[in-house]
């Protein structure tokens, strides 16, 4: 819609980059930040394991943060609903680790969470679009869950395109989320796809100043968005 202004973007860092024993000053270190994002993996569906939800349930008493849960995990059924009731802000699991994501999604809801479908860059968009009205998260994979630090896929960014166009003709109202890659060189590209909510881990933690860069990505990614209608 031409004369509308676009969103400001959400920046959230990962704080699988951040020092886990110092989790608290980590969350404080990147003040400003529009979500906080926290990896969960059960070395099951991820070939790696971090932290689950007593964790999160220390972390959630520390900081005002919104929680984003992004759970790297084998049967979210049981496990995702719980971190919704601890008082995350959002919580996401993987389309590919079940076979109901909307009874998922339901249930977190019902917890009183946002919920997120996190689908990895070899996933498509399309089998999932119709059942997009039941989440309020998309959570677009840009590496391989399991890991930071790693390079940016760009070919995962039609997927982004394919539900900004269906958001922006209003057919659907979901939050579009990028993770995995996600810097200064790489950042551009995905605003320009479309995506409201960019997470970055080395790039935030990697930096002298994690508050500053959270400012700078958000900032990079508003200038690279604000040509487009929303
Ligand atoms: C990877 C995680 C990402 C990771 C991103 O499986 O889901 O959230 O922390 O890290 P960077 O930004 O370093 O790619
Ligand atoms: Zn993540």
Same mark, same amino acid.
């Given at each position: ?71 790297? %995990? *084998? ?8 971190? !919704?009731? @601890?008082? &995350?802000?959002?919580?996401? $699991?993987? =389309? ?81 989320? %990028? *993770? ?8 551009? !590209?995905? @605003?320009? &796809?479309?995506?409201?909510? $960019?997470? =970055? ?30």
């Amino acid at each position: 819609m031409s004369g509308q202004h676009a969103r400001t973007p959400l920046i959230a860092p990962s704080i699988l980059a951040a020092d886990f024993a110092r989790l608290a000053d980590e969350a404080a270190a990147v003040e400003g930040a529009d979500w906080l994002h926290v990896d969960v993996m059960d070395n099951h569906f991820v070939p790696n394991l971090t932290l689950g939800l007593p964790v999160v349930e220390s972390l959630l008493k520390v900081t005002d943060i919104p929680m984003d849960c992004h759970l790297m %995990i *084998d049967d979210p059924a049981r496990w995702a609903p719980p971190y !919704a009731e @601890a008082g &995350a802000h959002n919580v996401t $699991f993987h =389309a590919e680790a079940t076979d109901d994501p909307i009874a998922v999604a339901r249930d977190i809801r019902a917890a009183g969470a946002k919920a997120g479908l996190a689908i990895k860059p070899g996933t498509p968009v399309d089998p999932y679009l119709e059942i997009l009205r039941d989440f309020d998260t998309l959570l677009v994979m840009s590496v391989e869950p399991g890991f930071g630090g790693q390079k940016f896929i760009a070919e995962v960014l039609p997927k982004v395109g394919i539900v900004r166009r269906l958001v922006d003709a209003g057919e659907l109202t979901i939050l579009i989320e %990028i *993770d995995g890659g996600i810097n200064t060189d790489t950042i551009e !590209a995905a @605003a320009e &796809a479309g995506v409201d909510c $960019f997470v =970055a881990g080395s790039a935030v933690y990697s930096a002298d100043d994690p508050a500053l860069a959270v400012q700078s990505l958000r900032n990079q990614a508003a200038a690279a968005s604000k040509h487009l209608a929303r």
